[in-house]
């Protein structure tokens, strides 16, 4: 979707990046890169229904969208110079309400006050006084108004549908309550369905739509439709089309080829899909990134949604999130209600799990971590969520065993190592913990220590479950497990024959590197180890 437009960043001077921006028509007024998404508005126009639901991770770009919708059916076409839809459609205006749903959900009284008063602000920006004082009364009312007004069919827009319900996920009175609401609050809109022209909702979850779009039934839900997958986040030809220029700044800043700049963009930024094909990135970090210029957890810092850290009961999650791929059923994020969340259908809608692959024959998809800025991200916040001790010593620490193992210190390396498990709470240490408990830690560890390693790397004589890659020194690790501290020599004897073998470190000879071969076993919070060098001739 290459279009030459009024906001392309051309090969003269470089366009602001849109840092922060959701309203469309303050791209053209900023001078801002504003990357076309408008032929997926095209064919929802398109589409047949009316009706839809999008899905999607926070800060990707949906209220973006939606303000661009807005602008569309606002019939604002010279703000769409050289953009895909400007000549496709008639530009017709129609009245539009776009809601906000990001309120303060602190009690279900200040919720419906606030509700009320973006309801009531609404009315008087198109000249309505109401009478009403309900929320379901007043938008019923504004939309009829509407209708009488104008002669034409009203266009809704609803912008984080769920967010006062997820707000309050801890407390789950509350959060039903505030469903209630909402279900009666939004039973307006399928009330007035024959008045609307276009509705569209998003949001973070699906919450099961029975349970807030009570019998809701005709909203098509596009968000793991393969020709939505790139209706959010930017694909690569959309990356490096609109942001060349910032591309190759970065380039010449870090001192590395353009190509090389790329491949750190794609590993930090890049790999969310909801259909297995199409892959994005993530369009908050990368304009960080480009303003910055740096790579850092930009998405993540600005905040885990808290319900979240409530669901990542770490002792259930710690492996399966970590692993190369979780299958599940195609259905994976139906049904979910209140009481009843699945946290691998939540994790995924938020954005910290992501398609890899679609089996058709199976029905089943294959879910990944997306990229390095999400493992940092899950890494650091299952570890802060089961470390006792102070948070910045967890860092302290993470950084000691980096710097340790990089000057080949074993010893110091596996203290910290030590220190670190042994100030992790006990559940992490339950009996039924086995060697694939302790391998997710232990590449937690090494993700949050920065150290450049390679999970479970595969090898023509089977998977060694790490390696770690430094300038001078390489790892092989193999990790063992045993419930008793009795076994832990045995169970380090075992670890270096797998590996002497298994040959696992024969791909990482001749490199002018000192290859350590190290066996590793734990225990109840207690890590110990044995250590060969590589002979190299």
């Known amino acids: 979707m290459h279009h030459e437009t009024n906001f392309q960043a051309g090969n003269g001077d470089l366009k602001n990046l849109p840092v922060g921006l959701d309203s469309f028509e303050d791209f053209p007024l900023l001078n801002s890169i504003y990357v076309d998404k408008t032929e997926y508005i095209f064919q929802m126009l398109k589409a047949g229904g009316k009706s839809f639901f999008l899905s999607r991770p926070r800060r990707f770009g949906k209220s973006l969208l939606l303000s661009t919708i807005k602008a569309v059916f606002e019939g604002k076409k010279n703000l769409f110079k050289g953009l895909y839809i400007e000549d496709k459609i008639d530009w017709e205006t129609y009245p539009v309400i776009k809601l906000d749903m990001t309120l303060d959900a602190g009690s279900v009284e200040k919720f419906e006050e606030d509700l009320k008063a973006l309801l009531l602000g609404l009315a008087a920006n198109f000249g309505f006084e109401i009478p009403y004082h309900t929320p379901p009364a007043i938008l019923r009312e504004v939309i009829r108004l509407l209708v009488v007004s104008t002669g034409k069919k009203v266009v809704v827009l609803v912008d984080e549908y769920d967010k006062p319900i997820l707000d309050a996920i801890d407390d789950p009175k509350r959060a039903e309550d505030i469903r209630t609401v909402l279900q009666t609050f939004y039973g307006v809109l399928k009330a007035s369905s024959s008045m609307l022209k276009f509705l569209i909702v998003s949001g973070i979850t699906k919450?099961?739509?029975?349970?807030?779009?009570?019998?809701?039934?005709?909203?098509?839900?596009?968000?793991?439709?393969?020709?939505?997958?790139?209706?959010?986040?930017?694909?690569?030809?959309?990356?490096?089309?609109?942001?060349?220029?910032?591309?190759?700044?970065?380039?010449?800043?870090?001192?590395?080829?353009?190509?090389?700049?790329?491949?750190?963009?794609?590993?930090?930024?890049?790999?969310?899909?909801w259909d297995g094909n199409a892959f994005v990135y993530n369009p908050y970090s990368v304009l960080l990134l480009f303003e910055k210029g740096l790579f850092n957890p930009f998405w993540y810092n600005t905040g885990t949604p808290t319900f979240l850290l409530k669901l990542l009961n770490t002792g259930n999650n710690l492996n399966t999130v970590l692993k190369d791929a979780i299958s599940v059923p195609n259905t994976f994020i139906e049904g979910q209600t209140i009481d009843k969340l699945n946290s691998i259908g939540l994790l995924f809608q938020s954005g910290y799990l992501t398609i890899k692959s679609f089996d058709e024959e199976e029905s089943s998809y294959e879910l990944q971590i997306p990229n390095e800025e999400v493992r940092k991200a899950i890494s650091e916040l299952i570890l802060m969520d089961i470390y006792r001790d102070n948070v910045s010593n967890l860092h302290e620490l993470s950084k000691n065993i980096r710097v340790a193992f990089s000057e080949g210190n074993t010893t110091a390396a596996v203290e910290s190592l030590d220190i670190l498990l042994a100030n992790t709470t006990h559940n992490t240490h339950d009996s039924n913990k086995n060697e694939s408990h302790y391998q997710a830690l232990f590449q937690l560890a090494m993700i949050l220590s920065n150290i450049n390693h390679i999970g479970e790397s595969t090898h023509g004589n089977g998977r060694t479950d790490a390696v770690l890659l430094f300038d001078k020194h390489i790892y092989v690790v193999e990790i063992k497990f045993t419930s008793e501290k009795e076994g832990l020599e045995a169970a380090l004897a075992s670890g270096m024959k797998q590996i002497?073998?298994?040959?696992?470190?024969?791909?990482?000879?001749?490199?002018?590197?000192?290859?350590?071969?190290?066996?590793?076993?734990?225990?109840?919070?207690?890590?110990?180890?044995?250590?060969?060098?590589?002979?190299?001739?």
Request: glycine content about 6%; hydrophobic content about 35%.
């Open 207 to 273: 919450v099961s739509q029975t349970s807030i779009f009570s019998g809701f039934n005709n909203l098509n839900d596009i968000s793991l439709d393969a020709s939505y997958a790139g209706i959010c986040g930017y694909s690569q030809a959309e990356l490096e089309y609109f942001f060349s220029g910032h591309i190759e700044n970065l380039a010449r800043n870090k001192t590395k080829s353009k190509a090389a700049v790329l491949a750190d963009i794609k590993h930090w930024y890049n790999g969310y899909s």
């Open 500 to 537: 002497n073998e298994k040959l696992y470190y024969k791909p990482y000879l001749n490199q002018g590197k000192t290859v350590h071969k190290l066996a590793l076993a734990f225990t109840k919070g207690k890590v110990v180890y044995k250590e060969e060098e590589v002979i190299q001739s």
